[in-house]
T-cell receptor, first 112, second 114 residues
Framework: SQTIHQWPATLVQPVGSPLSLECTVE??????LYWYRQAAGRGLQLLFY??????ISSEVPQNLSASRPQDRQFILSSKKLLLSDSGFYLC???????????FGPGTRLTVL | EDKVVQSPLSLVVHEGDTVTLNCSYE??????LLWYKQEKKAPTFLFML????IEKKSGRLSSILDKKELSSILNITATQTGDSAIYLC??????????????FGSGTQLTVLP
């Protein structure tokens, strides 16, 4: 069966510091991968998605970036965090041909 | 701009009550509508609805899509404290070459009191 992992689970970082969040998927090949941010426990905002290795699409302009160095690995990064980057970051995967996305456990980021 | 709106934003009920959560959408190239339940962490998938008028059911939860009214409802009967969560509605769009992104509503926070 498929599983999705995210780490770290929680992170507290100072403003201006770098960020690297990792997401990996097991039990599937060629998944579509997604990064979302959820502020204040409400709706999810799509940040990036990827249909394959090295292919990244950005949905909103921001100081974050994403990379997909391997088929089942998706990384969210920043060179310098802002206070507004605080939130709950969720990674999701979708098998090709299907509509349902499945979410990882998330990373709660607090920028101080 | 694609839009998904959920109502109410929050709801407080007592155990045993029945609740109805609403989701309406204004999108281009609708493909399907999905409901998720989010407790502490990751949203968990509940239902996917593609065809209008066909009810999906799982235990005390059920959902139906009305394509004419561009809306869906999620019903929970005989609510329990374990039903307390944020319920998220999302719409999958059918754009050629896209990764079938989901557009989410802002969610309904349901609190079930004992």
């Amino acid at each position: 069966s498929q599983t999705i992992h995210q780490w770290p689970a929680t992170l507290v970082q100072p403003v201006g510091s770098p960020l690297s969040l990792e997401c990996t998927v097991e039990g599937t090949s060629n998944p579509n991968l997604y990064w979302y941010r959820q502020a204040a426990g409400r709706g999810l905002q799509l940040l990036f998605y990827s249909v394959g290795i090295g292919q990244i699409s950005s949905e909103v302009p921001q100081n974050l970036s994403a990379s997909r160095p391997q088929d089942r690995q998706f990384i969210l990064s920043s060179k310098k965090l802002l206070l507004s980057d605080s939130g709950f970051y969720l990674c999701a995967w979708r098998a090709g041909g299907l509509n349902t996305q499945y979410f990882g456990p998330g990373t709660r980021l607090t920028v101080l | 701009e694609d839009k998904v709106v959920q109502s109410p934003l929050s709801l407080v009920v007592h155990e045993g009550d029945t609740v109805t959560l609403n989701c309406s959408y204004e999108v281009t190239n609708f493909r399907s509508l999905l409901w998720y339940k989010q407790e502490k962490k990751a949203p968990t998938f509940l239902f996917m609805l593609t065809s209008s008028g066909i009810e999906k059911k799982s235990g005390r939860l059920s959902s139906i899509l009305d394509k004419k009214e561009l809306s869906s409802i999620l019903n929970i009967t005989a609510t329990q404290t374990g039903d307390s969560a944020i319920y998220l509605c999302a719409v999958s769009l059918d754009h050629s070459g896209s990764a079938r992104q989901l557009t989410f509503g802002s969610g309904t926070q349901l609190t079930v009191l004992p």
